[in-house]
């Protein structure tokens, strides 16, 4: 198995995290407002900062799938970048990686996932949505129900991607064209362990996925994060956010939710370790990955 697959326990459900790419990553390209001397000076405030962050100030991100399994559902949560898409971006562009034997070896072949849902629409959350087969955008996970927040599948299907990539056309299109796309609430639930929560403003139908069972409690976030350094500040906003603000307003309402010192934070660009509880220090938050 892949060293970097992650699993943690909720409850009666298992949550597996199937890496695409780990890559240390400049915060100028997603934070405008602060550089990497900023993110040591952070580091050296909030310790607890130390494995997201690189000895030269770089954010130690990846793009991953989590798998929820509750024994009746497989959900597929982001679908990360894909391969053989035409890309702006030259890391992304035209990928040829080893995703989906990955995903298999970690017990989920395509074939067995039930569901597949995107926090968002953006090109690194949606790519394995499909694949290409003879010329061909089909569904990678063909007997899997697609559920997408319908105020987001309409923002985006008419809206240019950030790159002015075919985002839509190669990756949310063909599933509404095969059938298999079922457009919901910000509120939607799926079996008895999995709902969302509507966290907007990185993009307008933005969610988190919580999975909650016996007594036990997981978020998976989504972009309303994107580095662990928001939740030691959490008035920093990505320069990729549709509106700031809103996402601002969001961080801070999710966090108090969130910082019950119980809640398993699951971040969906952190680098491993990726998860931890989330506490309140002092007037921002902190995150407990210690075993
Ligand atoms: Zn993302």
Request: charged letters at 20%; aromatic letters at 8%; proline letters at 7%.
């Amino acid at each position: 198995m892949h060293d970097d697959i992650l699993k943690w326990r909720v409850g009666d459900a298992t949550i597996t995290s199937v890496p695409e790419s780990s890559d240390p990553t400049s915060p100028k390209f997603m934070f405008s407002s602060i550089d990497k001397d900023g993110v040591l000076d952070l580091r050296s405030k909030s310790p607890w900062l130390a494995p997201f962050v690189g000895e030269k100030g770089h954010l130690l991100q990846k793009i991953h799938c989590c798998v929820i399994d509750t024994g009746a559902e497989r959900i597929a949560v982001d679908t990360c970048v894909g391969n053989d898409k035409e890309r702006g971006n030259p890391l992304w562009h035209e990928q040829q990686g080893p995703f989906l034997e990955r995903l298999s070896d970690a017990g989920y072949a395509p074939e067995s996932i039930t569901h597949v849902v995107c926090t968002h629409l953006h090109v690194d959350h949606v790519g394995w949505n499909t694949r290409l087969v003879d010329g061909e955008w089909v569904p990678t996970f063909p007997n899997a129900e697609y559920v997408f927040v319908g105020i987001e599948f309409d923002h985006w299907s008419s809206t240019e991607d950030l790159f002015g990539d075919p985002v839509f056309e190669d990756s949310v299109a063909p599933i509404k064209d095969a059938g298999l796309a079922n457009l919901v609430g910000s509120d939607h639930v799926i079996g008895n362990f999995v709902s969302f929560e509507s966290t907007p403003g990185h993009t307008p139908g933005h969610i988190s996925v919580r999975v909650e069972s016996g007594g036990e409690r997981a978020i998976i976030t989504g972009d309303m994060a994107h580095s662990p350094i928001q939740i030691a500040n959490p008035d920093l906003s990505s320069s990729f956010d549709t509106d700031p603000d809103m996402a601002r307003a969001t961080r801070f309402e999710a966090f108090a939710r969130w910082a019950d010192g119980q809640t398993l934070v699951i971040g969906t660009h952190f680098g491993t370790p990726t998860a931890g509880t989330m506490h309140v220090d002092g007037d921002s938050y902190r995150l407990e990955t210690g075993p």
